[in-house]
Structure formats: structure tokens, C-alpha cells
């Protein structure tokens, strides 16, 4: 894409009411508009990182035998009263013309119970799991993190539905597996930190937890072992030993970007959700329920990755692989340069304007973190080349013209 179509633009400074860094260095960059507090646009460059994680989340969720839906955002007050939650202070309410009562969904899984009620006879419908990726809504008292903590977000949940809590147990842990893909993939370390039931379960929940200084979770952990307890329910100390391998716990702070829950039979039996087994007794169908915030892992990345200069995206969420500058009016040369790295499959954002000094573009590239760089130059078209940089290193090299498509489109 030419940098000249992109309808946004980068900005020296924004409203420093938004302190957090997140929202400093995505504003800037032209990847998010904050609407209001803890409510954001994602505009194209925001969205394309969006849809990168979206990807490999599906992919995850895929490969474990998720099926992908939708459900509605706009849930009746019956579904809330089913499972005693529509008196929670987080949900949005409303009322339609005809006065009747609906939450904006801030989870689903009355929703999908009572959906499987419909499909659900026998055991040998089951075990099955099914999500979606919709926006959420939830009327959080702080929103002062960014898309850390937005009052509308976007969120993908998954539930299962099983006879029993063995099988659920299975799933579950195949699901945690599948959590350290995704977030490894998007190139986020994630501690999985034992945190209590809440509401639902008198288990441990497990939480995925990337160590920040902008997260509002404190956990204790092992860096040896990597055993996490989240610090609310913990009886764990800072530089105590690890119960599991005998390392030092470490106290720190982090940012909770998944949550997986067992949630037993609570909403089945809410929603009168059985099965009938083998010998013809029924049973209550055992659920669980497992959550990732996509806009919020956006924010993660943009904590994790900066620096004082701007953004530094791992490669597979990174909206463009390659940021190309022209220098000295070679538009001849770098069109054709855009052009071959189009063709070949490579991502590449170009800045074709002649009227910006390179300082700005240089600044820019910076700012937009996307992970290579490269200058078409007179200085470097007399070696018939391009300088390449990568992101946060600052050595520089020259490629042939003839050689960087190959080496790009590898
Ligand atoms: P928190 O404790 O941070 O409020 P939660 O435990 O209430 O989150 P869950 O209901 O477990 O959140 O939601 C699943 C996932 O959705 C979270 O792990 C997080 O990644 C994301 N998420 C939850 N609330 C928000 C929010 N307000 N803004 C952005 N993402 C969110
Ligand atoms: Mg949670």
C-alpha cells in the first residue's frame, strides 16, 4: 500500500489525557481513535494487526476442533435472570421501543447453553466446542489503559460442552496448549497463573499473564519453571521458593490476556442443559469457558514492544513486513522496487512522498514499528541497491536490487 492512500496519518503528540503507553504510541501511529474513554476505532493499520492475531487465534482454536460462529451482541434480560446475572454492575442495559429489557453481551455463555439445549440429546453429541470473535461490552469503572481496559473491546470466546469432568479437564488443558501457541505465535511469553474460580467454580482458574509494568495484575512466578499464581489468592511471597521446582519467586506485574475457565454444570443447569448417557440416565452437561481479548493483546504488544522511537511488532502480527522509503525522487526506481515486492507476496507499506525530508520518513518508520525497513537512494541506486534495516537494530546493510525480492519473498 502507498503511504500517500493510507487515509491516516502519523502525529507528533496526542490528548495527554491518555497516559498510558499503549495509547500514546498507537494514536500516534494512526492505528487506533479513541472515540471516547475506554471506547476506540481501529483504524486500517490497527486493524490489520487485529486481524493477524484474529488469524492465528482461529487457526489455534481450529486445529483443537473449535467451530467458528457468531452470536448476538444484544441479549435479552431472560438469559441474565437464567443464570442470576443480570444484576451485575458491569452490564450495559437498555430497553428497545416495545420496552423490552436487554444487556449489550459482556459474555456468552447463557447464550450458547441455551443454543445447545436445542442440539444436545444424547451422549454421543457430545463433546463439542464453538466460538466467536465479537465485540463485548462491559462498563468498567477504570478505563484508563487503552485497549488494555475498553468498555467495548473485542474478545474471543470459546466454550465446551461435555458429559463429564474428565473429559472437560482434557479439553481444557488442550485448550492451555493452544493459549502458549497463539500468544508464542503473536510473540508474547505468557505465564499461566493459577487464579481463583470468581463467580463460577471453586477450581483454579488459569489466567495468561505477560509480565508489564502497564498491567493491573500482580503474579508471583518462577522464571525457572514458570509456575504462576496470581498474587490475589496466592500464599506465595516475593523471594520465596517455588513449590514446584524450588526456584525463587519473583513478584511482578502483568497483563492478563486470557482467562480459562471449568465451569462445571452452573449454566446447564440454568438452562436445563442435559444428556442422556448410554444406559439411558440423564446427566447435567459440564461446560467450560475460555476467553482471549485480541484488542487487548494489540495494547500487550504495543507495552512489550517499544522503544523510545516508536513501535517494534514481531513479524507475524506486524501490519506491513516492509517499510519503504524513496529518497532523492527515485520514483522510477522505487515504484518498480513496490511493484516486484507486491507481486512476490510481500507486505509492504511505501512512502512515495517527495515532499517530506527523510528525517520525517525515518521518524515514521520508527513510529510504525514495522519490522524492516528499506531506502531507495541516489546513494544506493550507485550500487544498484537498497539499504535494509531491521527495526530496532541499527545497523545497516545494502542488498542488490537484483537479489532483496528474493530475499523478501522468502
Ligand atoms: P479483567 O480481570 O482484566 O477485568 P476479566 O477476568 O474480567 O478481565 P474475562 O471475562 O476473563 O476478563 O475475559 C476474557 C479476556 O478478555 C481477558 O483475559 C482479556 O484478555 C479480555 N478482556 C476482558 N475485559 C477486557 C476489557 N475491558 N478490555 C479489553 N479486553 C478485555
Ligand atoms: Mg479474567
Known amino acids: 500500500m502507498k503511504l500517500s492512500e493510507l487515509f491516516t496519518r502519523t502525529e507528533k ?25 475506554g471506547v476506540y476505532t481501529y483504524l486500517p493499520l490497527g486493524w490489520r494487526v487485529i486481524s493477524k492475531i484474529n488469524q492465528i487465534i482461529r487457526e489455534e482454536m481450529n486445529a483443537i476442533g473449535g467451530q467458528e460462529m457468531l452470536m448476538p451482541a444484544l441479549v435479552s434480560k431472560r438469559y441474565w435472570e437464567a443464570s442470576d446475572r443480570w444484576n451485575v454492575d458491569i452490564a450495559y442495559k437498555l430497553k428497545d421501543a416495545g420496552d423490552h429489557e436487554f444487556a449489550l453481551g ?4 447463557e447464550v450458547l447453553a441455551e443454543i445447545a439445549r436445542r442440539y444436545i440429546k444424547s451422549y454421543k453429541d457430545l463433546p463439542f466446542s464453538a466460538y466467536q470473535i465479537q465485540t463485548k461490552f ?9 485497549v488494555l481496559r475498553g468498555r467495548e473491546f473485542i474478545m474471543k470466546d470459546l466454550y465446551s460442552f461435555h458429559r ?11 485448550v492451555a496448549e493452544a493459549y502458549t501457541k497463539i500468544f508464542q505465535r503473536c510473540g508474547l511469553e505468557a505465564y499461566i497463573a ?17 509480565l508489564s509494568e502497564a498491567g493491573e495484575d500482580s503474579i508471583f512466578y518462577c522464571a525457572e519453571c514458570r509456575y504462576a499464581q496470581n498474587k490475589e489468592i496466592s500464599t506465595l511471597a516475593n523471594g520465596g521458593k517455588c513449590p514446584k521446582c524450588g526456584g525463587k519467586i519473583v513478584l511482578g506485574k502483568a497483563i492478563e490476556v486470557g482467562n480459562i475457565f471449568r465451569l462445571g454444570t452452573r449454566f446447564s443447569e440454568a438452562f436445563d442443559l442435559n444428556y442422556v448417557d448410554e444406559h439411558g440416565s440423564s446427566h447435567l452437561v459440564v461446560m467450560g469457558s475460555y476467553g482471549i481479548g485480541p484488542s487487548r493483546v494489540l495494547g500487550t504488544l504495543a507495552e512489550v514492544f517499544h522503544d523510545d522511537k516508536g513501535l517494534l511488532w514481531p513479524k507475524a502480527v506486524a501490519p506491513f513486513a ?15 522496487l513496490f511493484e516486484q515486492l507486491r507481486a512476490a507476496g510481500v507486505e509492504v507499506l511505501y512512502d512515495n512522498n517527495d515532499e517530506r525530508s527523510a528525517g520525517e520518513k525515518f521518524a515514521d518508520a520508527d513510529l510504525l514499528g514495522i519490522p524492516t525497513r528499506l531506502v531507495i537512494s541516489a546513494k544506493t541506486l550507485k550500487e544498484n541497491s537498497v539499504e535494509r534495516k531491521a527495526r530496532g ?18
Open 194 to 210: 493459577e487464579a481463583s474460580g470468581g463467580d463460577f467454580t471453586k477450581e483454579y482458574t488459569h489466567e495468561f499473564q505477560v
Open 164 to 174: 463429564d469432568a474428565e473429559d472437560l479437564n482434557k479439553f481444557y488443558w488442550q
Open 106 to 109: 459482556w459474555t456468552h455463555e
Open 138 to 146: 462491559r462498563n468498567e469503572p477504570r478505563a484508563k489503559s487503552g
Open 393 to 410: 537494530s541499527t545497523a545497516t546493510e545494502l542488498v542488490k536490487l537484483t537479489e532483496i525480492v528474493a530475499e523478501l519473498g522468502k
Open 13 to 37: 503528540s496526542v490528548s495527554q489525557e491518555d497516559i498510558s503507553i499503549n495509547a500514546q504510541l498507537l494514536e500516534r501511529g494512526g492505528f487506533i481513535y479513541k472515540n471516547s474513554s
Open 322 to 336: 516492509v517499510y519503504l522509503i524513496m529518497l532523492d525522487n527515485k520514483r522510477a526506481e522505487a515504484d518498480k
